[in-house]
């Protein structure tokens, strides 16, 4: 699908970055922290030897996301980072960025909010889409990129997180198909929904 094509080419941008850096919303929830970290996972995979992306969530606690695998490499410091682009995930408006860099840095604005401001240089957006955690995975499938059991785990939480685990009405046949195919990759649905909600460790994930 064409937006799927353009999306692709822009990604492509970020893979070869010198210095990417990954933003959600403020106050992030486990919807834009499980898409944050699948996303920098797919790019070290399509980049091995080059920087790995910087997921910049200035001053934020991460006690709550302790369950999500990799969440210890999210970068809290308050100091600006390097970047030659910008990756932004589920923030409908650039105000409420999780952190501000130059105004010169590309920007690849990547959300599912129908409200989105289209603020990037490049904007891709489709209110279709539940959740954050949804639209990565549908895009995964449709390049046919297979995730890791870690990447399942973490877009499964956002898709059940942002689905009221299931129970809202943003659940649509195709976020079941994409919840069935983050299952069959190894995400593991009843441990990974009392992580979320019961707050357990990482490794009662595995």
């Not at 799927?4 to 919807?31: Q, Y």
């Not at 995975?137 to 973490?154: E, G, S």
């Not at 499964?156 to 994409?178: C, H, Q």
């Amino acid at each position: 699908m064409p937006l799927f094509e353009d999306l692709t080419a822009a990604l492509a941008r970020a893979t070869a970055a010198h210095a990417l850096v990954i933003l959600v919303h403020t106050d992030p929830d486990a919807d834009a922290i499980g898409a944050a970290l699948a996303m920098r996972s797919y790019f070290i995979s399509q980049n091995p030897d080059g920087p790995a992306p910087i997921i910049w969530l200035p001053g934020v606690s991460l006690d709550r996301f302790r369950y999500l695998p990799d969440y210890d490499v999210i970068t809290t410091d308050r100091s600006v980072p390097r970047a030659t682009m910008a990756l932004a995930l589920d923030c409908a408006t650039q105000g409420r960025l999780s952190g501000h860099l130059p105004a010169s840095v590309p920007c690849i604005n990547w959300d599912h909010h129908s409200d989105n401001t289209r603020y990037g240089t490049y904007n891709f957006i489709d209110g279709s889409m539940s959740s954050m955690g949804e639209f990565v995975t549908h895009y995964f499938d449709a390049i046919q990129y297979h995730p890791t059991a870690d990447q399942a785990t973490q877009l499964y939480t956002a898709l059940v997180y942002d689905t009221g685990r299931f129970a809202f009405s943003n659940v649509t046949e195709k976020t079941l198909l994409m919840a069935a195919k983050l299952v069959k990759y190894g995400a593991l649905p009843e441990p990974i929904t009392q992580a979320l909600y019961h707050t357990q460790s990482v490794a009662g994930l595995k």
